[in-house]
């Protein structure tokens, strides 16, 4: 504390050269891991007597380094105490692979963070990690809920909650196995959507909310990096949730509302589906700057309602590779048929299909009207109760609850919305133009 005091009044006095120059190699190396030193205040423990801190935070805030850094803290303390007490820690992310590549081995994860003599073991065969103290961290993924089920913990950070697959599941999960010490916490660093447990846990009396754009932490991201992203998203509504850290709920003139969407969410769809259809809706470039491959399966039921099952869009792919994801999703549903729009792909739709099986039923549709009017039909359906969503989808209903006529907030295609909308008009609606059936 009193290293880290006189630094700081040498900085204030604009000495900070001079001070850094008087200190033996020790003392370097302990300011190097000194978090308070150089964290940003939404980075820091905010005071008081609370059960869940909420940090919200643009990319690049410096969420992951703040998560880090109070496990260790956490863990240090529980060290220090009389009598010493080994944490049990919780550390859940949308998939093991996220927590384990950037909460856990990731340039601010928990084994960078860590001096070298206090720095824990990763075991991967277990997916924990151990700190010489006795401390243990295990790793959970949004995926297997029911992973939580039995363990128990004094505290737990979980990461990108937001995008979480069965976030409701596995949050409840968690919640039943934080039961070890005095005061079980949790922290939650996350980019905001307007999901729905995102909301709930911001209105709780004991959360705390602290919140950091992406300008935040300029100085520690690449030269340029702000500058060229916020001329290209500033103001709009994907900028002001990726860069600045907001909550965006609903666009008024939007299609779609969130609302709506939960009202007949199932968690599940029936077993006895009477059709599947997988649609494509193909970009029309491949490479690093091309639109995403709309890539959506659903399902109709015999009272005449259709289940969204999945969403498997992809961006950044090649032909073969879309093709690829989508004629997996064809066999794993065991669908009926393959739809793809052909107004971008032409013949090659068909082309790329047949060459990684031949023997996919594909339906090809030809756009004839605007995007917004052959989402309207299908927005009807919605509000009638006739399409439920088996899960969660929340890139799609991102894109379903940020359309209007104008399209997106964004500018950019929404090529989930469309495999959406083709998936369900084959299902309900009928082709509009007679689609011509081919077994490939």
Not at 144 to 163: N, S, V
Request: proline share 6%.
């Amino acid at each position: 504390m009193r290293l880290r005091n006189a630094l700081k009044d040498c900085a204030r006095a604009g000495r900070i050269e001079d001070a850094l120059a008087g200190l033996s190699v020790a003392e370097m190396r302990f300011l190097l891991s000194d978090w308070e030193l150089f964290a940003h205040p939404h980075q820091l423990s905010p005071a008081g007597d609370w059960r869940i801190w909420l940090m919200m935070g643009g990319r690049g805030a410096g969420k992951t380094r703040a998560g880090a850094e109070w496990v260790r803290s956490q863990v240090a303390a529980a060290r220090r105490a009389s009598p010493a007490q080994a944490l049990r820690v919780a550390l859940v992310g949308e998939t093991f692979s996220d927590v384990r590549e950037v909460m856990v081995e990731g340039v601010s994860g928990l084994l960078a963070i860590h001096p070298s003599q206090d720095r824990p073991v990763w075991v991967a065969s277990r997916r924990r990690l151990e700190w010489p103290c006795g401390a243990v961290a295990q790793a959970f993924s949004s995926e297997d809920p029911e992973a939580l089920r039995g363990p128990q913990f004094h505290l737990a950070w979980c990461d990108e909650l937001a995008k979480w697959k069965n976030a409701e599941e596995t949050f409840d999960m968690l919640q039943f196995g934080l039961r070890l010490g005095d005061r079980p916490r949790q922290l939650i660093t996350t980019t905001p959507r307007p999901v729905p447990l995102l909301k709930r846990l911001m209105g709780l009396s004991d959360t705390v909310l602290t919140h950091a754009p992406t300008r935040a932490n300029a100085p520690f991201l690449a030269p340029g990096f702000l500058e060229a992203v916020i001329g290209r998203y500033g103001g709009t509504r994907l900028g002001r949730q990726e860069l600045d850290g907001e909550l965006i709920d609903d666009r008024p003139e939007a299609l779609w509302s969130r609302e709506g969407l939960e009202r007949f969410r199932e968690a599940a769809a029936p077993d006895d589906l009477q059709r599947i259809v997988v649609a494509v809706d193909p970009p029309a470039t491949s490479g690093k700057r091309s639109d995403a491959c709309g890539i959506v399966a659903a399902g109709l039921d015999g009272n005449g309602n259709v289940h969204v099952l999945a969403d498997r869009s992809r961006a950044r792919l090649k032909p073969s590779e879309w093709a690829a994801v989508a004629v997996g999703l064809y066999h794993g549903l065991k669908a009926d048929s393959l739809i793809a729009e052909t107004n971008q792909g032409g013949e090659m739709v068909a082309e790329v299909v047949r060459g990684v099986d031949p023997a996919v039923p594909v339906r090809t549709v030809h756009a004839t009207r605007g995007k917004f009017a052959r989402a309207e039909p299908v927005a009807m359906l919605y509000d009638q109760g006739r399409v439920r969503h088996a899960g969660t989808f929340p890139e799609l209903e991102d894109e379903m609850c940020d359309f209007a006529p104008s399209g997106l907030s964004s500018g950019r295609s929404p090529d989930r919305l469309d495999a959406l909308v083709w998936a369900v008009s084959d299902l309900l609606l009928g082709p509009r133009a007679e689609p011509r059936v081919r077994r490939l």
